[in-house]
């Protein structure tokens, strides 16, 4: 699995395949809602922030789409003056 490294606890963030987080931290396993709440598991603390990102759609950037995918209403739509 992908997932995310927490930068202060060192805790490993995965999607779980079924919309919810696995979080490992120290050899011990939690799952939880993407709002952060536990779920079932060993460890029972996350970060809610985190928790919600790593759970959220993955999501393509917006400066990297082609214009083509946007909607004609879209400002960054707008064509370059030359």
């Not at 952060?36 to 759970?55: H, K, T």
Request: hydrophobic share 30%; charged share 25%; glycine share 16%.
């Amino acid at each position: 699995m992908n997932g995310l490294v927490h930068p202060f606890t060192r805790a490993l963030y995965e999607q779980d395949g079924r919309g919810n987080v696995r979080v490992t931290h120290t050899g011990r396993i939690g799952i939880f809602s993407p709002g952060g709440r536990w779920l079932s598991g060993e460890l029972r603390e996350c970060d809610p922030q985190l928790a919600g990102w790593v759970a959220g759609p993955q999501l393509g950037s917006g400066r990297l789409s082609p214009a083509s995918d946007r909607s004609p209403g879209d400002p960054r739509r707008a064509e370059v003056s030359r």
